[in-house]
């Protein structure tokens, strides 16, 4: 970045200030900048320019966002029995269950199926 953008980026970030205080001091902009000393058409001018930085920083971030779509995951059925050590039938429902499963996920199992 050049100097004189540098000087430009610290002016912009001085008056981003400046009308953040104009704005929050219930003056109108005219009493605000007599106070100040500064002309109102270089406040405008300054206003301009800070809004029009933001709508830029703005769109950058829109088009440089990621956007996060949720996909369906297929259902995945294991068609080697030989994973699987039991398979229980209870009504048109099928449940194997393999060797990973753990005493409490089993335990859970079995109680489920009491309640139904």
């Given amino acids: 970045m050049t100097s004189n953008k ?3 980026q610290a002016q912009l970030q001085e008056w981003v200030a400046a009308i953040q205080a104009c704005r929050s001091s219930g003056l109108s902009v005219r009493k ?6 500064i002309s109102p058409s270089t406040y405008y001018r300054w206003e301009r320019e800070v ?3 933001a ?3 703005a769109q950058q971030r829109e088009q440089g966002s990621v956007t996060f779509a949720e996909v369906p995951v297929p259902r995945k059925e294991c068609c080697n029995e030989a994973e699987h050590s039991a398979t229980l039938y209870v009504g048109n429902v099928r449940i ?5 499963c753990g005493r409490e996920q089993l335990k859970t199992l079995v109680e489920m199926l009491h309640i139904c």
Avoid at 32 to 37: A, F, M, N, V, Y
Wanted: hydrophobic share 30%; charged share 20%.
């Fill in 6 to 8: 540098l000087k430009h």
């Fill in 32 to 37: 605000w900048c007599r106070q100040q000393e």
């Fill in 51 to 53: 809004l029009s930085a």
């Fill in 55 to 57: 709508g830029s920083m």
């Fill in 96 to 100: 194997d269950i393999y060797s990973s």
